[in-house]
């Protein structure tokens, strides 16, 4: 079985980019490392691969799996809680 990687256009990427630059900021000096950026990134490219595009959401993803320590929590899970969260599902 070949799977099919996702293709994101140049403001898909530009939009992936600034979000993970912003989430990044917001992280103390020592949390601020390689290894937590990559593990955002994926996140984040995990999220948008299944078809988010929604900022604030990717946002979430990002900050959860900086809080997780880990890719524990996945695409489904993230967004079941997001369905009660203040903004709505």
Known sequence: MNAQRPVFNPD???????ILDEVAVLLPARKRTSETKALMAHRILVCAAKGERDPVRLRTAAILECKTGGLSADHDQFHETLEGSWWGG
């Open 12 to 18: 898909e990427i530009v939009l992936l980019r600034t």
